[in-house]
């Protein structure tokens, strides 16, 4: 089970960080990835990070302003979110990343408007 | 970066029919291709992984084949539940991708 939390309304150049709680799977043993989807709109890969935190990618449109994050002794994942912009408007999940994603929160909204 | 195109954008089934929904690569992915249903207000679920695996608890009137750049995703007998939008998704060379999606409607 993957539980998001931290998602809220938030204006243009702001920060938020969100957090994804795991259970139910050894979390340590799996990389983790983000996912969003903005309104209406199709899946977008955010982030990954493997099991130990050894690798770690971005997507372009958001690198250099998100940094991923994960605490294995307390079973979960973040997303530190800064210079926040309308486009990055969306749902985002949290996802087991076995290259397939096979287990998937349930989804937080982060809203960037003024 | 592999572009994933899906084909049709819309697809509208009568209930008892076959959905055949299709995944093009932009580049070989060899058989590392998943799919993933979504229904409004849900997280994506997984369907189908490496190709043609199906993933616990996905009902036998899903099936994946095709290999390379080639992928279809079929529904044997369309239920009324499985009104959804469908993604493929590549992970075989980073960033692993998704495609478009395709709508399931129920006619």
């Known amino acids: 089970l993957l539980v998001e939390s931290g998602g809220g309304l938030v204006q243009p150049g702001g920060s938020l960080r969100l957090s994804c709680a795991a259970s139910g799977f050894t979390f340590s043993t799996y990389s983790m990835t983000w996912v969003r989807q903005a309104p209406g709109k199709g899946l977008e890969w955010v982030s990954y990070?493997?099991?130990?935190?050894?690798?770690?990618y971005y997507a372009d449109s958001v690198k250099g302003r998100f940094t991923i994050s994960r605490d294995n002794a307390k079973n979960s994942l973040y997303l530190q979110m800064n210079s926040l912009r309308a486009e990055d408007t969306a749902v985002y999940y949290c996802?087991?990343?076995?290259?397939?994603?096979?287990?998937w929160g349930q989804g937080t909204l982060v809203s960037v408007s003024s | 970066e592999i572009v994933m195109t899906q084909s049709p954008a819309t697809l509208s089934v009568s209930p008892g029919e076959r959905a055949t929904l299709s995944c093009r690569a932009s580049q070989s992915v060899s058989s590392k291709l998943a799919w993933y249903q979504q229904k409004p207000g849900q997280a994506p679920r997984l369907l189908i992984y490496g190709a043609s695996t199906r993933a616990t608890g996905i009902p036998d009137r899903f099936s994946g084949s095709g290999s390379g750049t080639e992928f279809t995703l079929t529904i044997s007998s369309l239920q009324s539940e499985d009104s959804a939008v469908y993604y493929c998704?590549?992970?075989?060379?980073?960033?692993?991708?998704f495609g478009q999606g395709t709508k399931v409607e129920i006619k």
């Open positions: 998704q590549q992970y075989n060379n980073w960033p692993w991708t």
């Open positions: 996802a087991r990343d076995r290259g397939y994603r096979d287990y």
């Open positions: 990070i493997s099991s130990s935190s050894s690798t770690i």
